[in-house]
């Protein structure tokens, strides 16, 4: 497949692209600061794009067969809009190019409320006082994407660990899963794959965790 990837140059990103080479698919990295990609490959096209420009991300999207959204903010208390204009812009570029499949990378913090799967700490002071903002942005996101005529998947990881694949992993139709406070990023990216595969997951929000 040829497969447009945003947020190429970040920690989940920068997996994604690896490891869809490594199947044998095609790769246009979109990246702010494209330089940031160290990654050399025959079937890989590093392109810069702004999410928040749509202008710019045409070229990466048009002809392709699907889009992988790892779209990151930075953690703090400023506000967030990456997630919710971006994704706007992604579809609506997909739109004018016929393109339908996408799959996204949210969070399990987008549970409205307070989630009994999460631990204490994490709800009462790490979500409201470093990724609220983050999370309202991403709800917003997810909106978008369940609003849309798109073939789209969302992937809702907990805490992110740089940790070798294990495939060993657990999923379900949820924000977030009973102690499954961690996931790997290259097992993230392992499942996103998959989804391209015809694993059925399709216009779903899942949680994945260990």
């Excluded at 889009?67 to 208390?77: F, K």
């Excluded at 996204?104 to 999460?118: E, I, L």
């Excluded at 609220?132 to 369940?146: C, H, N, P, S, T």
Aim: aromatic content about 6%.
């Amino acid at each position: 497949m040829r497969l447009s990837i945003f947020g190429a140059t970040g920690p989940t990103g920068r997996r994604l692209v690896e490891q869809a080479l490594a199947r044998g698919h095609s790769v246009t990295a979109v990246a702010r600061s494209p330089e940031r990609m160290s990654l050399s490959h025959p079937q890989l096209q590093v392109v810069r794009g702004d999410v928040t420009d749509p202008t710019t991300i045409a070229a990466a999207i048009a002809g392709h067969d699907a889009v992988l959204s790892a779209l990151g903010a930075p953690v703090g208390r400023a506000p967030v809009s990456l997630y919710s204009v971006g994704t706007a812009n992604i579809l609506a570029t997909m739109a004018q190019h016929s393109v339908r499949r996408i799959v996204c990378v949210s969070a399990g913090g987008t549970h409205p409320g307070k989630d009994p799967n999460n631990p204490v700490f994490f709800e009462y002071v790490v979500a409201p006082l470093l990724l609220g903002r983050i999370f309202d942005d991403m709800r917003r996101m997810e909106d978008l994407l369940m609003a849309s005529n798109t073939d789209w998947t969302i992937v809702r990881p907990p805490a992110l660990r740089d940790t070798p694949p294990t495939k060993i992993y657990r999923v379900a139709p949820a924000y977030s899963l009973p102690k499954g406070w961690q996931i790997g990023r290259a097992d993230l990216a392992d499942f996103i794959l998959d989804t391209l595969d015809g694993n059925g997951y399709h216009r779903q929000a899942l949680a994945i965790a260990y």
